[in-house]
Nanobody, 116 residues
C-alpha cells in the first residue's frame, strides 16, 4: 500500500522560507512522478510543482522563481523549498505520486500559514 507522509508545514512571516518533505513508502519511488499541490480555504486544489522520474520539473506561474522541487530517490523523499513566501501561499499542501500505470496517490497534507 502506497503511503505519503508530508512534514515541514507551519507558521511563517511573509518573506520567510519553509521546506516541505514528503516521505513515500510502498512503491518503487524512483519510477514515479511526484508533485506538490495546495488548497486554500474555499478554493480548489491547484498544482504547485511537479518532478518526473527523470528529474524534469514544472511549476505554477505563481511560484516560479520562489519555490523549488527536488527529490532524493535514495531516501524515497520529495521536497518543496519555498522562499519569499507570501500570504497568498497560505494553504494545505499535498504530496502527490503518479505511477507509470496511471495510479495516483495523495498524502493527508500539511498546513502552511504565511502571516503578513
Amino acid at each position: 500500500q502506497v503511503q505519503l507522509v508530508e512534514s515541514g508545514g507551519g507558521l511563517v512571516q511573509a518573506g520567510g522560507s519553509l521546506r516541505l518533505s514528503c516521505a513515500a513508502s510502498g512503491s518503487r519511488f524512483s519510477i514515479n512522478d511526484m508533485g506538490w499541490y495546495r488548497q486554500a480555504p474555499g478554493e480548489q486544489r491547484e498544482l504547485v510543482a511537479t518532478i518526473t522520474n527523470i528529474g524534469s520539473t514544472n511549476y505554477a506561474d505563481s511560484v516560479k522563481g520562489r519555490f523549488g522541487i527536488s527529490r532524493d530517490n535514495a531516501k524515497n523523499t520529495v521536497y518543496l523549498q519555498m522562499n519569499s513566501l507570501k500570504p497568498e501561499d497560505t494553504a494545505v499542501y499535498y504530496c502527490n505520486l503518479k505511477t507509470p500505470w496511471r495510479s495516483e496517490y495523495w498524502g493527508k497534507g500539511t498546513l502552511v500559514t504565511v502571516s503578513s
